[in-house]
């Protein structure tokens, strides 16, 4: 029996459904535990590509998610969805070409839908026994290493692209580095190991990139900039576990939601462009939104791997 076709009233109760799955996940942000959850799903490395709205969306619906993709996105990485598995239902984009009502004729315009697409969390999947499955998570290196002295470099390049130096200087006391805006330079802690040195450059670049004290009041700011470094470090791999996650008691009765939805827009914004420097074409859109309608990632696979899933899932039907 075909599909029934949604009336007008099925598309339009789905719509309000979305809307408020949107706001509820919003509204979780002002609680310690829903920020949290939030800045978790953001320091991981497969999360990060996803949007702001996603993001929130996918840490209010499953709040350990690690990396996520669509269900023929998980094969041709070597793994198949498990059988009875809940998905994580987000928002992905659709590029329509406008016409002109009259002639039917394209107008050169592109129009942006959304849809809701379902996604699954990499707890949710086995790995296929056909082939070799892509490893999804990069291991983790403490602070007190070097391991990550090679993120210096491009760090350091991306302070001067914004008119910005950098200097390696001995530093009295337990702080790490700092950056004076006005003369437009960043000192680190000479004395310091090179992930330590690494970590206090990301902080200082997220002030430089004009987190201050005047416009966001000392203690916002310093959230701020504290949680774009606990991001940024986590998604290169280093060991953040030991570190707690700042956040504001409270973000003003008037305008609190806004507040806090502006304030976390903006530590994903300054994120992104201190990722972008590390690893060139990180937030590659396509790659992204690939994996978000669950379309190929790489060179797609035989039959053989959904031919298996479907035996695999047979198995696990089967009474003992």
Known sequence: MPNKKPTEAERAARRTADRQRIEQSAQALLSTEGWQRWVSVRARNGLSRYSFANQLLIAFTKPEATFVAGFKAWLDLGYCVRKGEKAIRIFAPIMVKERDPDTDQETGETIVHFKVVSVFDYSQVDPLPSGS????HPPQQPISGDSH?????PLTAFAASIQFTVSLEAIAGP???WCDAQA???VIDAAAPANARVRAL????????GIDYQHYGHQRAEVIVDTVTYI???SVGMDVGG??????AGWGENGAIEAVSEAAQTIDTLARRIEEAIEPGRDATRSAQNAIHGRSVRTPRSSTARSWCDRSRALRERPA
Do not use: C, F
């Open 149 to 153: 002295s090679h993120l210096l470099e």
């Open 133 to 136: 499955p892509v490893a999804l």
């Open 175 to 177: 702080a790490g580095g």
């Open 232 to 234: 940024v470090a986590a």
């Open 202 to 209: 990301i902080h200082e670049l997220t002030h430089a990139l």
């Open 184 to 186: 437009k330079r960043i």
């Open 243 to 248: 570190e707690s996650i700042p956040y504001i």
